[in-house]
């Protein structure tokens, strides 16, 4: 299983590509998932309309957020699933959510399963950032600041 983005997000973030300041689509995977996760928002779409990435995390990525990026994941998908981590009585409810949702076998440590989930965030992180502004990015300081304004304001509003 690979990551999958929406057909209309390399075209949202064009002017990013254009002018190098997002390298690879997985930035514009990156910035939706974010968005996603936060709201908690998630989408399915036809395979048809979800063009394949890569089924690794790519070096920019790797490591630390990574591992930020499934942490974040894991929580939303616990929550989903009315989980605690450390509640009482429910370590085995806990522990076979997560053994759903990652396999470390993979290039990207997540399940059949777990992937088609994480996609779906960054499916539902589109229409998020859709929702966040007017117009697409033109250049990246712009989208950065407005990013992490919606973004603290979600997470204010959600707290």
Known sequence: MRFRTR????????????RKEFKIEFDDFYFC???GIARRRKA???VEQTP??????????NGTRAQTMIALFLKA??????????EKGKKHDVHTAIATL?????PSRLSTEGMLQFNRYAHG??????????????TL???LRGFKRKLDAQLQHSV
Do not use: C, M
């Open 7 to 18: 057909q209309d997000v390399r075209a949202w973030f064009k002017a990013l590509h254009d």
């Open 77 to 86: 998908e616990l929550d989903e699933l009315g989980l605690v981590l450390n």
């Open 52 to 61: 394949e990435l890569i089924d690794y995390f790519p070096e920019n990525y």
């Open 125 to 138: 992180g589109f229409e998020v950032l859709t929702e966040w502004f007017d117009d697409r990015p033109r």
């Open 44 to 46: 399915s779409l036809p």
């Open 102 to 106: 990652v396999d470390y076998s993979t």
């Open 141 to 143: 300081e712009a989208f």
């Open 33 to 35: 998932f974010i968005a």
